[in-house]
């Protein structure tokens, strides 16, 4: 008999001012200037879908996705600036997954 659970665990929630947070985290980035913008985006889109399905689940994708960029950014920039060939990259939308 195994010691592991059967089952996943579920994945846990963002703190409820997450969203607020990361917003202010994006304003102070390098990339605010077009960040901010598709934050905010979709961050009124994935209420709307949420007011609609009376279900947080698409607030939390939009944190976890934009948190995720973010925690990404410093590699992404040094890459960048090192000057190495990107055009065999992967967009990112293919990783973190579609916007809403």
């Known amino acids: 008999m195994s010691a592991q659970p059967d089952h996943a665990a579920a994945p846990t929630a963002p703190a409820p001012a997450a969203a607020k947070q990361l917003l202010a985290e994006l304003r102070a980035s390098s990339r605010a200037d ?3 913008s598709a934050f905010e985006r979709d961050w009124a889109a994935a ?4 007011r609609h399905s009376y279900s947080l689940a698409p607030l939390h994708t939009v944190v976890a996705a934009w948190t995720a960029r973010l925690a990404a950014l410093p590699a992404v920039t040094a890459f ?3 000057g190495m060939d990107d055009s065999d990259g992967i967009d990112a939308q293919d990783v973190l997954g579609t916007r809403t």
Do not use: E, I, K
């Open 34 to 36: 077009s960040w901010v």
């Open 47 to 50: 209420l709307d879908d949420a």
């Open 80 to 82: 960048l600036g090192s």
